[in-house]
């Protein structure tokens, strides 16, 4: 699997830090997000029953590599789920 760069997981986290990340919908199948970038917005999903993520950004499409924004939402995915082990 080719790496991320370390400016994509920068700036994903510092997408995540900064609160850009909005939670659209969550269904059985799929979580949609939304992430405010610097100038456009842009839809992030995740397909909980093939696990992958996808991301409506050109860097994505182009090079179906995990782009910043997918990166995001993972670190708030990561995030809740901490969350959700402490309550227990
Ligand atoms: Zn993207």
Known sequence: MSSISWRTERKGYWFF?????????????RTHFS???DNDKYSV????????WSCD???FS??????????????????????NKERM
């Open 62 to 83: 182009l090079k179906l590599k995990k782009c910043s924004h997918v990166i995001a939402c993972e670190y708030l995915q990561k995030e809740e789920s901490n969350l």
């Open 45 to 52: 999903i995740y397909d909980k029953i093939k696990k992958q």
């Open 17 to 29: 830090k900064e609160g850009k990340i909005l939670r659209e919908a969550d269904t059985d199948k």
């Open 35 to 37: 992430i405010n970038g």
């Open 57 to 59: 950004c050109q860097f």
